[in-house]
């Protein structure tokens, strides 16, 4: 039985910058405290310069803003992934699962890799390590994951099989 609110994607105009400074604040603040980098300013200086109204999403439950994700493209290829909160009311629940779940079936669709980048010790390392996420380098800061696009199903697919000769 499926019992995650109904959810939408939607893109991010700039009338959502502060609801995802706000969120962002509210989902971030613990991990960046312990790490002794909370800076208000900073962290809302970092949304700002990372927001996007061509990458930016706005996740919208049952009509609400409950999250934001932006998905762009990578200087090293592939898909660059930031700016995943999902407010902590919705957390735990699966949707931040089911939303990734997404973001993944379309970078995989593209046949794109994803990178992305997590605080040291933060709960949301497991979700990616979960969904194929690998640690290609840290700092006493940040984790760098990488999931390259999954291998191709190696079962020829009916009428493609090579001629035998």
Not at 8 to 14: F, I, M, Q, S, Y
């Amino acid at each position: 039985m499926n019992n995650l609110p109904a959810w939408t994607l939607e893109p991010a105009g700039t009338d959502r910058l502060e609801a995802i400074c706000d969120l962002k604040d509210q989902v971030m603040r613990a991990d960046l405290e312990r790490l002794g980098r909370w800076d208000p300013e900073r962290s809302r200086r970092r949304v700002r310069d990372s927001f996007s109204t061509e990458f930016t999403s706005v996740l919208l439950v049952e009509g609400q803003f409950a999250g934001s994700v932006t998905v762009r493209p990578d200087d090293r290829g592939g898909r660059h992934l930031e700016l995943f909160y999902l407010a902590p009311r919705l957390q735990g629940r699966g949707l931040g699962t089911a939303v990734l779940r997404h973001l993944l079936a379309d970078a995989d669709a593209a046949g794109e890799p994803v990178h992305l980048v997590v605080l040291q010790g933060s709960a949301a390392r497991r979700l990616y390590e979960r969904h194929g996420f690998t640690v290609v380098h840290q700092d006493p800061v940040d984790v760098h994951l990488y999931r390259p696009v999954p291998a191709a199903n190696t079962e020829p697919v009916a009428g493609t099989e090579p001629a035998v000769t």
